[in-house]
């Protein structure tokens, strides 16, 4: 059974950061795909992350390169996301997302989709004020 439970998430004002966590259970593999999407009220779910679990290779939606990092602790088998430089636009709920295995070119392809994706966390609340 695999689990992803996120947390971290919050409410920052303009400029500031918060890091999100999702911890996978049941789920050890390496080769596979992760990911943190993010769906705003009345908006599609969009890609913001992904990571390739075999060699960390990631990939980025345009909106949030430079200011976001995907990183993954295979030990604690953890993925993260630190958010720097927030903006209002950012205000979404958050949610870790895992399929595998997967080759990690399509993983970092920038053409996945929330639909490629079988499990998913329950999702964390990110508030940015301006």
């Known amino acids: 059974q695999v689990r992803l439970v996120e947390s971290g998430g919050g409410s920052v004002q303009a400029g500031g950061s918060l890091r999100l966590s999702c911890a996978a259970s049941g789920y050890t593999r390496s080769g596979d795909c992760m990911g943190w999407f993010r769906q705003a009220p009345g908006k599609e779910r969009e890609r913001v992350a992904t990571l390739y679990t075999g060699d960390s290779r990631t990939d980025y939606t345009d909106s949030v390169k430079g200011r976001f990092t995907i990183s993954h602790d295979r030990a604690r088998n953890t993925l993260y996301l630190q958010m720097n430089s927030l903006k209002p636009e950012d205000t979404a709920m958050y949610y870790c997302?895992?399929?595998?295995?997967?080759?990690?070119?399509?993983?970092?392809?920038?053409?996945?989709?929330?639909?490629?994706?079988?499990?998913w966390g329950q999702g964390t609340q990110v508030t940015v004020s301006s």
């Open positions: 997302a895992a399929v595998g295995p997967w080759s990690n070119s399509r993983c970092v392809s920038g053409r996945v989709m929330a639909t490629d994706f079988g499990y």
